[in-house]
């Protein structure tokens, strides 16, 4: 897959911009708080729906406007694909494929698969479990649409559950309609922890090839899935639990309480791993999260690398640059000498400054 070009119209500090990406490498540079960044959460966007810095959409909309507008032109397996995407301050997010709008956001999930790699990704092994749900969700949401059918209506449900919690004090008579409410979130929970599992144990496998290379086979790592309980005991649980998730006035058990671990022999890297280990490992996760991508989709996906290259050494870089030559990578930097120090090969350079693309050199 390869996107082609982005329009982008009162998006964060872009008033009007027009970019063209080379099929392999592109490099956006320029110092900070330029706007490189805002280029790739454009492209993320489009792809998605979804910011991958939890933006809202008000958020994303240029000051003082009320709208803005994302166009991204893109090749998947030899078939051009035009998305359309209009964000509104007040108002649901407007999305068209080739023209045709769609009803649901959630409909654009396949059409494009990227992985984006920022500094704070280095970081989401020992962040909360909540940024490690964040990254299962959104990859599995653009791998498997029965995923995100499941993961909107597990979401809206848990929503309404935990609202009808907090009432039940106040009106005693809604207390039958809490089996209905368990039995929906048993139904649609108990299908996202089959498919996390599965999907954790396909990552496990390559997580630890990618992380026995970058270590020099000193080291093993193993991913491990942590439901808050197993998919057939949902509703079980759920009913067990009810007294007290009404005094709490919210519900405890379910995905929206599932973690991801990361072992090296018994060692949690959350708790006791050093800075390093834990780089590597979210190295070695993103390097699995490329290769699984291209495993199920049969396709590449484009790479997103916002800052993240000055944030690793020498060897880390070698091994992600020499795994990425093969697809669509834009990356941001500050500056280029260490590119070039490195020989790395540059296929397309933008230089970034104040909103504006200052030419391709």
């Not at 209506?153 to 207390?175: A, G, T």
Request: net charge neutral.
């Amino acid at each position: 897959m390869v996107i082609e070009s982005i329009e982008l119209e009162n998006f964060r500090n872009y008033q009007k911009l027009h970019m063209e990406f080379d099929k392999r490498t592109n490099i956006l540079y320029g110092d900070n708080a330029q706007g490189k960044t805002n280029i790739l959460e454009a492209v993320y966007v489009s792809g998605t729906s979804k910011s991958q810095k939890s933006s809202k959409d008000r958020e994303m909309i240029r000051f003082g406007m009320e709208e803005s507008h994302i166009k991204t032109i893109l090749l998947k397996k030899d078939i051009p694909y035009r998305i359309d995407m209009h964000l509104k301050k007040n108002r649901p997010k407007g999305i068209a494929v080739n023209g045709i709008p769609i009803k649901k956001a959630s409909e654009l999930f396949g059409i494009v698969n990227l992985v984006s790699f920022s500094p704070e990704d280095l970081s989401i092994i020992k962040h909360g479990p909540q940024e490690r749900r964040r990254f299962l969700d959104l990859e599995l949401c653009q791998l498997d649409r029965l995923y995100v059918y499941h993961l909107v209506n597990y979401n809206k449900v848990l929503c309404q559950r935990n609202q009808l919690l907090k009432d039940l004090p106040f009106r005693h008579e809604l207390m039958d309609t809490l089996d209905i409410w368990d039995m929906q979130l048993a139904e649609y929970g108990s299908k996202l922890i089959v498919r996390r599992d599965e999907f954790l144990s396909s990552l496990d496998e390559l997580v630890g090839i990618f992380h026995g290379r970058l270590s020099g086979e000193k080291e093993e790592l193993h991913i491990r899935y942590e439901p808050s309980c197993q998919a057939e005991e949902l509703l079980d649980i759920l009913k067990r639990n009810r007294e007290r998730e009404i005094k709490l006035k919210t519900t405890n058990t379910g995905p929206h309480r599932d973690d991801i671990s990361f072992y090296i022999g018994e060692i949690d890297l959350r708790k006791y791993g050093s800075q390093g280990q834990q780089r590597t490992a979210a190295l070695a996760l993103k390097l699995a999260e490329i290769e699984i991508v291209k495993k199920l989709t049969k396709d590449t996906p484009v790479l997103l690398l916002d800052d993240v290259l000055s944030e690793l050494d020498s060897k880390r870089q070698n091994h992600l640059l020499n795994h990425i030559h093969e697809i669509q990578t834009i990356i941001t930097c500050t500056g280029l000498d260490e590119l070039i120090e490195n020989r790395f090969e540059i296929n397309r350079v933008y230089h970034i400054m104040n909103g504006t693309v200052g030419g391709r050199e």
